[in-house]
């Protein structure tokens, strides 16, 4: 029976401080060189000769100044700020790769699902169907003021309005533009058959939308869809729309329970539950030797800022930890951040302190961290993979680029040799390379309905 394979996206932003915060002061770092097209077209050639599925990149809208009550430390440490529009990367990395996947983060909380659907379509034909979606729905209160709200709109809320701005988005990619629409007849004067494009009439609690999509079909119509809500409400989500579900585990026993949820969450929504892939947030820090990798974990230590990552955290949170003593328990409070990062700091466990903290964000971030050699961060991989159910990895940067280039080198060759990592790229588009089937949504997924238009919907 053939080994399950190991799927892997870099994980990084549009910014100098992603996840491992402090280390953008590391002498070999050249993460301030985010500004540059060369950074990013590089990067993309690193991945494409590492064989990556994709480049995963997130964004926020809004800053991080719940910590201290402002952001003097995320201007001072770079957490996330500046950050830029993660979509405007693509086109030029798309041009130097023929097969790395795009996952890109928007926020569709403040953008009309009309002008979102066309970017995005837009891209994949750039990209020859290469194109993911990271679908978010926001949860920091600086983000809705900048954008003219009085606060961030209620958690499930959030996710009504996104449900909402799923099925507008299902017509416009799927409905709008039949197979076949497109003649380019230069002879009979015939770009596009009218009968066989047609107007979608949307009246709902959110949104209302009447209007053909501005784009002819790209080759996955809908893009890949990521989410990475954890909540009952967000798993729910997720089991109806996401393809791939991102998570964050820090250990083997809460990550299966957490892999399993999903999956039962597809079930319930009438789909295959390994319809969805499952990818965690993982730093690895490799080198020739377990004692070379021992060294280097300790020299990035020394760039790093523990503080600095629990200021993100904060954020995440709504909670300002900064405000309590390093040994006083932290409290529940109810805020409008992430629900489940509150319920597992101040529910799930009561005894988490500032201290501790510190001490799970030494190297900035809280992602697992796997240290070694290749034999051994193999081992470590494989034994996630097996014994959790996950499909594969979201890989942290620490120093940029050498993080990702030593993984390259050293890592994917011992996976490959385990028969667990691929050792060519499949044909096709993303769709068709993560799942091995079509480019298009799969018959059972919501947005397949779509397909056929209703007589109502016809010119």
């Known amino acids: 029976m053939p080994k399950k394979q190991i799927r892997i996206n870099a994980f990084d932003m549009n910014c100098v401080g992603h996840i491992n915060h402090g280390l953008w002061t590391h002498p070999r770092d050249r993460s301030t060189d985010y500004t540059s097209l060369d950074y990013w077209t590089n990067l993309a050639r690193s991945l494409e000769r590492g064989l990556f599925d994709g480049l995963f990149i997130a964004d926020i809208v809004g800053v991080y100044d719940v910590y201290g009550n402002g952001v003097d430390l995320t201007l001072q440490e770079s957490i996330q700020l500046p950050v830029g529009d993660p979509l405007l990367l693509v086109s030029a990395m798309a041009h130097v790769t023929q097969h790395l996947g795009f996952g890109l983060t928007a926020n569709l909380t403040y953008e009309p699902p009309y002008l979102f659907a066309r970017r995005m379509s837009t891209l994949d034909h750039l990209t020859r169907g290469r194109i993911a979606w990271n679908i978010v729905t926001g949860y920091l209160e600086s983000a809705a003021k900048a954008m003219g709200l009085r606060a961030q709109p209620e958690h499930d809320l959030r996710y009504d309005q996104a449900d909402e701005y799923l099925e507008v988005l299902y017509r416009l990619w799927e409905e709008s533009w039949e197979d076949g629409a497109v003649l380019a007849d230069r002879a009979r004067r015939v770009y596009a058959q009218p009968d066989k494009v047609h107007k979608i009439r949307h009246a709902g609690r959110f949104f209302e939308v009447e209007g053909y999509h501005l784009c002819e079909p790209s080759p996955q119509r809908t893009p890949v869809l990521f989410q990475a809500g954890s909540s009952d409400r967000g798993l729910a989500f997720a089991g109806r729309h996401a393809e791939c579900v991102f998570i964050s585990g820090q250990n083997k026993a809460a990550t299966r329970e957490q892999v399993a949820k999903v999956r039962e969450s597809a079930a319930r929504a009438g789909r295959d539950p390994f319809d969805v892939k499952v990818f965690m947030g993982l730093t690895v820090i490799a080198a020739k030797t377990e004692a070379e990798a021992r060294d ?164």
């Not at 996976?415 to 499949?426: C, F, H, M, N, P």
């Open 296 to 459: 280097k974990q300790a020299e990035y230590l020394r760039y790093a800022s523990a503080e600095a990552g629990v200021a993100h955290f904060a954020s995440s949170t709504g909670i300002d930890f900064a405000r309590y003593d390093l040994d006083e328990p932290i409290r529940y409070v109810k805020t409008n951040a992430i629900q489940s990062a509150v319920n597992n700091l101040t529910v799930k466990n009561t005894d988490w302190t500032v201290r501790k903290l510190r001490a799970q964000h030494a190297l900035g971030g809280r992602y697992f961290t796997i240290v070694g050699s290749p034999l051994q961060v193999a081992d470590a991989m494989e034994s996630w993979i097996d014994e959790t159910g996950l499909d594969g990895f979201n890989l942290t940067r620490t120093v940029t680029p050498e993080s990702h280039e030593d993984f390259i080198d050293l890592v994917v060759p011992e996976l490959q040799s385990r028969g667990v990592y691929k050792t060519e790229y499949a044909p096709g588009t993303l769709r068709r390379k993560l799942f091995e089937a079509g480019d298009r949504l799969p018959p059972n997924h919501t947005g397949a309905a779509c397909r056929a238009p209703p007589e109502s919907t016809l010119r």
